[in-house]
């Protein structure tokens, strides 16, 4: 069964600050794809990144980087210099390719607060 | 390019009574899917079509629960005699039938049951 782990809660940075949100994943698929979607007090669910299962490179989009690593089963998201913007709850979320729904399954999300 | 809209915003209804939510994905979507999010949780997965045709239901989907997307476009949520175990927020998303194609959500209907 998939599943997604969001150990961290909730998370309060300075404005400026790198901050490192965490995610982990299990999946028997060896196809699948990774997400993380920003939710802010508005409440709509916005998509920053996806990723599958046979790109392992690290991406970077402007102040954002996503690590990926297999080997630990880890999808892990930094935001370098934090932002007060940037305060919403950070959802990761994994696909399997098979079955064909696709659907995802979400973390329970990382509340991150940045204070100015 | 329109995104995904959904309709009410709000919905406050008494226990018992029915509701129906609506859906307009992203047009040249041909996949429209339902979450449920509750407070302090992550979006849960509740049913998806591929054009008209409904393909997976979860089990969080009682029978008191029914989707509907007629003409492949539009696609209604209906719960009949709610409970307050349903008041959640109700989140619509779309996408293209391509593998592992991002979804894109909607604002969401919270539902208020009292």
């Known amino acids: 069964a998939q599943k997604v782990t969001q150990a961290q809660t909730e998370i309060s940075v300075v404005e400026k600050e790198d901050v490192t949100l965490d995610c982990v994943y299990e999946t028997r698929d060896t196809t699948y794809y990774l997400f993380w979607y920003k939710q802010p007090p508005s409440g709509e669910l916005v998509f920053l990144i996806r990723r599958n299962s046979f790109d392992e490179q690290n991406e970077i989009s402007g102040r954002y980087s996503w690590n990926f690593q297999k080997s630990t089963s880890s999808f892990n998201f930094t935001i370098t210099a934090s932002q007060v913007v940037d305060s919403a709850v950070y959802f990761c979320?994994?696909?399997?390719?098979?079955?064909?729904?696709?659907?995802?399954?979400f973390g329970k999300g990382t509340k991150l607060t940045v204070n100015p | 390019d329109t995104g995904v809209s959904q309709n009410p915003r709000h919905k406050i209804t008494k226990r018992g009574q029915n509701v129906t939510f609506r859906c307009d994905p992203i047009s040249e979507h041909n996949r429209l899917y339902w979450y449920r999010q509750t407070l302090g949780q992550g979006p849960e997965f509740l049913t998806y079509?591929?054009?008209?045709?409904?393909?997976?239901k979860s089990r969080l989907l009682s029978d008191r629960f029914s989707a509907e997307r007629p003409k492949g476009s539009f696609s209604t949520l209906e719960i009949q005699r709610t409970e307050q175990g349903d008041s959640a927020m109700y989140l619509c998303?779309?996408?293209?039938?391509?593998?592992?194609?991002?979804?894109?959500f909607g604002p969401g209907t919270r539902l208020t049951v009292t």
């Open positions: 979320a994994l696909s399997e390719a098979t079955g064909g729904s696709e659907k995802l399954v």
């Open positions: 079509f591929q054009n008209e045709a409904q393909l997976e």
């Open positions: 998303a779309s996408s293209l039938v391509l593998n592992g194609y991002e979804q894109y």
